[in-house]
C-alpha cells in the first residue's frame, strides 16, 4: 500500500508535536509547519531518525495567507501529495477583551480561522475524491462554553465547529473524511501545567497530555468519526451541558469568576 503524507500545522510543539508523533509512529509521511526558528529543522531530523518515515517542512508565519499557496505548488512540484491535512495551529489567551490590544486579535483569527479555511480549500483541490483523504480539525470545548477571559478564542472554535460540520455534509457523497477535535485543557506549555496543576477537583480532571489527545484524535479520525472529544469527563460535560439551563450556566461561570 502507498504511504500516506499528512500535513499538521502549529507542528513544533504542543498538540501539533504529539500529533506529527502519532502520524510518524504509524507509518505516515509528514509535512510540518510551523513558525521560523521554532525548532522545526531539528523535529524534522528527529522524526526522520526514529520512524523511518520521509518529512518535509516549511518554516513560515501562518498569518500571511499570500504564502499558502506556495505550499501545495512546492509539494507538487516535488510529487508529494497530501492525503491528511491537521488543522492544529492556533493562538490562545485567557484574558480580559480589553487587555489586548487589535493587533494581537486579528493575529488570532487570522490564525484560528482564515488559515483553516484557506488551507482546507487548497487542499481539497488537491486531492482525488475518489480515495480516502482526511481532515482534522481541531476546534475546542471552549467552542461550546460561554466563558469569559476566552471571548475571542472561543468564538473562533465556534466557527471551527460551524466550518466542520457544514464541511462534512458537503463532502459525505466523496471519499473525504473530516472529523472535529473538540479537547478541553491540555498541558502543551510550561506556563499551561503550572497553571493547570492549580486546578482542583473536576477542572483538574478535564485537563490531558497531548500525547493522550494525539492518539485519541488520530483514531477517531482513522475511524471516521465526526467529533472527538477526548476524555470520558470532558464527554460528560458536553453531555450534562445539554440539560443544564442557561441561568444556572451563567452562575457557575460568575462564581467561577468572581464576577458580580
Given amino acids: 500500500m502507498k504511504r500516506l503524507t499528512a500535513l499538521v ?17 504509524r507509518n505516515f509521511n509528514l509535512v510540518l509547519i510551523s513558525l521560523p526558528a521554532s525548532g522545526l529543522p531539528e523535529l524534522a531530523a528527529f522524526i526522520r531518525s526514529n520512524f523511518n518515515v520521509n518529512v518535509h517542512y516549511f518554516e513560515l508565519d501562518l498569518t500571511k495567507a499570500e504564502l499558502f499557496t506556495g505550499i501545495f505548488e512546492t509539494l507538487s512540484a516535488e510529487q508529494v501529495p497530501v492525503d491528511m491535512l491537521v488543522n492544529n495551529a492556533g493562538l490562545g489567551n485567557w ?24 488551507l482546507t480549500r487548497l487542499f481539497l483541490g488537491q486531492v482525488d475524491k475518489s480515495h480516502p ?10 467552542g461550546r462554553f460561554i466563558v469569559p477571559r476566552k471571548q475571542v478564542y472561543g468564538a473562533t472554535k ?86 443544564l439551563p442557561g441561568r444556572i450556566k451563567d452562575m457557575i461561570i460568575k462564581r467561577k469568576l468572581a464576577l458580580g
Fill in 95 to 118: 484574558s480580559w477583551f480589553e487587555e489586548k490590544n487589535i493587533d494581537f486579535y486579528k493575529t488570532q483569527i487570522d490564525l484560528n480561522i482564515t488559515s483553516t479555511v484557506l
Fill in 133 to 142: 483523504s482526511y481532515i482534522l480539525n481541531v476546534g475546542s470545548l471552549g
Fill in 158 to 243: 465556534s466557527f471551527i465547529t460551524y466550518f466542520t460540520k457544514c464541511l462534512q455534509l458537503e463532502q459525505s457523497g466523496t471519499q473525504v473524511r473530516i472529523s472535529l477535535l473538540s479537547p478541553g485543557g491540555i498541558n502543551t506549555k510550561p506556563e499551561l501545567l503550572v497553571l493547570n496543576h492549580s486546578l482542583k477537583g473536576i477542572s483538574r480532571a478535564t485537563i490531558l497530555e497531548p500525547e493522550e489527545v494525539a492518539r485519541e484524535a488520530v483514531d477517531g479520525l482513522l475511524k471516521g468519526k465526526k467529533e472527538i472529544i477526548p476524555g470520558a469527563i470532558n464527554r460528560f460535560l458536553v453531555l450534562l451541558d445539554a440539560f
Fill in 9 to 25: 500545522t502549529g507542528a513544533s510543539e504542543g498538540l501539533g508535536k504529539s500529533l506529527a508523533f502519532e502520524l510518524a509512529n
